[in-house]
């Protein structure tokens, strides 16, 4: 199960899986620090998540199949959806400002929460530990 509050433990190659991304290096080195914490409640087909962070703090719902609009911290708009598919949680999200795909995967390895993402030819990992 995905519930539960989580807190970033590391990160795998996010400096230049952001730096695809366009954002600049005050807010890279920033964000390379930023505490996240996430916390999951799944309820069927629907999800609450409640995401902090150094940048902010938001609370979300979303369904599984269902596009919906998120912004990341640097304002970037994301429009997309999760699907659950077998043990993994995949998201797949469009940007707004350019139409480029940003895909995400979820999953849980050996009790730690293991987020990928892939964004124009790069992938980076966020690895979560329940808080
Ligand atoms: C959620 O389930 O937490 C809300 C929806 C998340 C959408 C995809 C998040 C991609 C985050 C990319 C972070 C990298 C920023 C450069």
Redo the contacts with the bound molecule.
Sequence with gaps: TFNGPWKVDRSEN?DK??EQ?G?GLVKRKL?AHDNLK?T?EQNGDK?H?K?VSTFRTLE?D?TLGVT?E?S???G?E?S?S?AMEGDL?K?S?VRKDNGKT?T?V?QIVDEELV?S?S?DGVE?K?IFKRA
Excluded: K, S
Aim: proline residues 0%; glycine residues 6%.
């Design positions: 996010y899986f952001m991304m954002i964000a996430i999951l999800f998540v995401e979300l979303f919906f998120y990341l911290a640097d970037t994301l997309g999760w949680l998201g999200f940003l995400t979820r987020q993402y964004y980076a966020r």
